[in-house]
């Protein structure tokens, strides 16, 4: 069994890396689709109200909130599946959530680039960099992630890919890491002293 969970920034390459699982044939369970569902669920437009609502989730039910609703999607999966890729950790307390849950059979990958270019893709994938979310320009989307505490999950990673090279560069990390987690795991922590 093996969890591997993304963390980074918007447009870091997140949903770039859910592609590559699934391509793989490994099920994705994204943390965003909690807060999508939610919103529906409110009567509100999950293109402007997400980041509303996931704010009033933590603030509702604690800061773990979506992640312990994401543990049965996960879990579910993991009964005919031996991988699975959470998409879009937010928080260290949600890395706790999933520590506590798979222990060392979870694996926390944070991808990250540059702002400049974090801006350029959003741009190029047709939503304005400066508009993105609700209104929200990326700038803004940033602070609100790490509000939630996204630096201390970025900083507790196993792995940190480093998504500044071209998309295929990015996709062959993403497959080498699904494909050997642990292998990546292990050696991770004998380079730790």
């Avoid at 009964?79 to 222990?103: C, K, P, Q, Y």
């Amino acid at each position: 069994m093996h969890v591997i969970g993304t963390v980074g920034l918007p447009g870091s390459g997140k949903g770039e890396a859910a592609t590559v699982a699934r391509e793989d044939g490994i099920p994705v369970v994204t943390m965003g689709d909690v807060v999508r569902q939610e919103t529906a669920d409110r009567g509100l437009d999950p293109a402007k109200d997400h980041g509303t609502v996931a704010q009033a989730l933590r603030e509702e039910n604690g800061p773990t909130a979506i992640a312990e609703r994401s543990l049965p999607m996960i879990e579910d999966r993991l009964e005919n599946h031996e991988t699975v890729l959470v998409d879009g950790i937010r928080s260290g307390v949600e890395v706790d959530v999933f520590e506590d849950a798979f222990g060392d059979a979870f694996t926390l990958v944070s991808i990250e680039a540059p702002f400049e270019v974090r801006a350029e893709r959003i741009d190029d994938r047709g939503r304005d960099a400066s508009a993105a979310e609700g209104g929200e320009d990326l700038a803004t989307r940033d602070e609100r992630e790490r509000g939630f505490g996204m630096d201390d999950a970025m900083d507790r990673a196993d792995i940190v890919v480093e998504n500044t090279d071209s998309l295929e560069a990015f996709h062959d990390q993403i497959r080498s890491i699904i494909r050997g987690t642990d292998d990546e795991k292990h050696a991770e922590a004998e380079a730790d002293p």
